[in-house]
């Protein structure tokens, strides 16, 4: 009878255990499936998120509506309706000129409206028209920008990217990086670096201000993270991303069939042994983590890769042995604007001359 009664019941608990672990089973595997749907939702939200930030931050010029108040006066020229220092930009392309678009930062700002690197290439290029898109504080993320919402609608025949291959990196607005608290830091909730703004008023006050040398130094230490030989995760970051921004306004200007090329303005410390020592002091180096080079080089890689005509100025500038730039400021003196300007002048002539002819004046 035992055996019967086993016998009996002993098919019941195995269905009964059977069925438990199919529902266990079932229950692990919607755990399972929802966990992994929840991640992939979550992760294609944040690069939604990241790319949304990434774009609306490569355009960080909308943050104001003009680089510099329009109507303002920068080195005896008023400042145009779009915020740049120059005069009020043509829509109809120039009769018998080659119009180039110069992009840059504070390099290209240094002088006056006869002095600037604008105004001397136009003078030195008769044939050439420069409408000068400079902005006090420039980066590659800012100048691809600049090509979209201000440069094109123009019909540039050539683009002039000036980059100053320390400082615009330095300058780079990295988009977050992956970490537990990505998100938190996307909506500034975090204690991440804020995505700084620019107002056009700041931007005037940044040309004219005049600084102590100590203070000078201690606003210069940040650019020289570009040239560590060790750069930590963050300042990879910036360099990507100004990279990327490079080559995008090249792949944009080739798309539209516009000429494209690049300088490479160098930096102060670049050029003083005493004002490197003392900014790589200040960022608590040694002499094996830095080379004040290195941001050319990196640049120039790239645009060998990309194809793309660049002069670095930095080999002309120490060749001259002279001194090329203002007391306590990043700014070229009178003898760095003129160096500048006729270097790339020269070597400008050979760039344009398939599409127009002309000569360098005496």
């Known amino acids: 009878m035992a055996s019967v009664t086993f016998s009996r019941w ?16 079932r229950m692990l595997l919607y755990g399972g499936a929802l966990v992994v749907v929840s991640a992939i939702l979550g992760e294609g939200g944040l ?28 080195g005896g020229r008023t400042v145009n309706a779009l915020g740049y220092v120059d005069d009020d930009f043509d829509p109809a392309p120039p009769v018998g000129k080659t119009r180039v678009a110069l992009l840059g930062g504070r390099a290209t700002l240094a002088g006056d409206a006869a002095t600037n690197l604008a105004a001397q ?31 094109l609608r123009f019909q540039p025949q050539f683009v002039l990217v000036c980059l100053s291959p320390a400082d615009d990196v330095a300058a780079t607005e990295a988009p977050a990086v992956w970490s537990s608290m990505r998100l938190l830091e996307l909506t500034g909730l975090s204690n991440a670096r804020p995505v700084r703004t620019f107002s056009p008023e700041t931007a005037l006050e940044s040309l004219t201000e005049t600084l102590d040398y100590e203070t000078y130094v201690r606003r210069r230490t940040s650019p020289v993270a570009a040239c560590r030989t060790d750069a930590d995760a963050a300042a990879q ?19 539209r069939n516009i000429g494209v090329a690049a300088v490479l303005a160098p930096s102060d410390f670049q050029l003083s042994p005493q004002l490197a020592e003392a900014l790589r002091r200040r960022a608590g180096l040694n002499e094996k983590q830095i080379d004040f080079q290195l941001p050319q080089r990196r640049w120039t890689a790239l645009t060998d890769h990309l194809k793309l005509p660049a ?15 203002e007391t306590a400021s990043p700014d070229w003196n009178e003898k760095g604007r003129r160096l500048a300007a ?11 001359s398939g599409e127009v002819a002309m000569h360098i004046t005496d």
């Open 342 to 352: 006729e270097t790339t002048a020269r070597w400008l002539q050979a760039r344009l």
């Open 237 to 255: 970051k910036q360099w990507k991303v100004a990279q990327a921004s490079l080559a995008r306004i090249v792949a944009d200007c080739r798309k």
């Open 121 to 151: 290439l136009e003078r030195l290029l008769p044939g050439v028209e420069i409408d000068h898109f400079g902005i006090p504080a420039g980066n590659p993320h800012r100048y691809a920008a600049q090509l979209q919402r201000d440069v």
């Open 311 to 325: 002069l670095d100025l930095l080999p002309t500038f120490l060749a001259s042995e002279a001194v090329l730039f």
């Open 10 to 25: 002993e098919p019941s608990r195995k269905r009964h255990d059977s069925r438990a672990i199919r529902a266990k089973a």
């Open 47 to 74: 690069r939604i998120v990241e790319v949304y930030y990434d774009q609306a931050f490569a355009a960080v010029l909308q943050t104001a509506r003009h680089p510099l108040p329009p109507g303002a006066t920068v």
